[in-house]
């Protein structure tokens, strides 16, 4: 197991090839797919009590933000097959929304950095498992009751990244980057 990276999460979160091109993962209406400020009541949540996403994930746009396998760097301008990030840094790539977010913060396209020695209720993990076959399942027993369906979703190329986002009314323009999963 091991987290995904960042271009992992991303696709995952939008859907991968049955995208539906919703702002959040699942839904273009916040509160149909996560927790966030609005609807929290300032904590954590027990998982799939909203929809899920296309490709059945849930809680990817609220919740907990997740930690990425990324060191944080700023997008290249060129296309990139399996992007593993920057090699080094001294902070890692989060994504998606949290129970504390506001709205703006909770869609597929936010980005976000911290110390990778930080620990907070709002900043939680996914995992990922290498599948060997597209479109094929594999079941993980994880012990105490818990096993865990991994599918490999296939390859695409798509746009990962934010456009626009804003900090206390302060708007900043990223980059955006093409990439491969394959």
């Known amino acids: 197991f091991r987290f995904p990276t960042e271009a992992e999460w ?20 916040l509160d149909n797919v996560a927790w966030y400020i609005d609807n929290s009541a300032g904590t954590t949540h027990p998982v799939a009590l909203k929809q899920p996403n296309e490709l059945g994930l849930y809680d990817m746009s609220g919740n907990v933000m997740e930690w990425c396998q990324d060191w944080y760097d700023t997008y290249s301008d060129t296309l990139q097959t399996n992007p593993l990030g920057a090699a080094y840094g001294s902070d890692k790539v989060f994504r998606g929304g949290c129970w504390g977010n506001y709205a703006r913060l909770c869609r597929i396209s936010d980005r976000g950095f911290i110390d990778e020695y930080y620990a907070h209720s709002y900043l939680g993990l996914r995992l990922a498992l290498d599948v060997p076959t597209a479109g094929t399942y594999q079941y993980v027993d994880l012990g105490l009751s818990v096993k865990w369906a991994t599918m490999n979703v296939g390859a695409s190329i798509f746009v990962m990244g934010l456009i626009a986002a804003g900090f206390w009314g302060i708007y900043y323009t990223y980059r955006k980057k093409r990439v491969l999963l394959n």
Do not use: H, I, L
């Open 10 to 29: 991303e696709y995952a979160a939008r859907g991968g090839k049955k995208s539906n091109g919703y702002k959040y993962a699942g839904s273009n209406v």
